[in-house]
């Protein structure tokens, strides 16, 4: 069965820095595009980034200049690095991936999501 398992987020002060965590675990061939996605509450989920399996990323304009995605093939594993937060940066932040599983195909797969809080 595969599963992201997700790490990091926690509460921060405004200016601060956090890095997320997503790890895929369990039988698969191949992982596609990785991403990460937010929820503020009252809000609907909203795309923060993604990342291709060549390197190639995609940001939401908010985000620019302050988050950073990445990922480590070897390790099946995406980040992201979050720098400068603000209050509005709040929500619970999901990791999604889109991985190829034997016999089933291609499937997206979501992480358990990780809250993020900007507060002084």
């Known amino acids: 069965q595969v599963q992201l398992v997700q790490s990091g987020g926690g509460l921060v002060q405004p200016g601060g820095s956090l890095r997320l965590s997503c790890a895929a675990s369990?039988?698969?061939?191949?992982?596609?595009?990785m991403g990460w996605y937010r929820q503020a509450p009252g809000k609907q989920r909203e795309l923060v980034a993604t990342i291709n399996g060549g390197g190639g990323t995609n940001l939401a304009d908010s985000m620019k200049g302050r988050f950073t995605i990445s990922r480590d093939n070897a390790k099946n594993t995406v980040y992201l690095q979050m720098n400068s937060l603000k209050p509005e940066d709040t929500a619970v932040y999901f990791c999604s991936a889109l991985i190829l599983v034997s016999g089933l195909g291609w499937h997206d797969y979501w992480g358990q999501g990780t809250q993020v809080t900007v507060s002084s």
């Open positions: 369990g039988s698969f061939s191949s992982i596609n595009v």
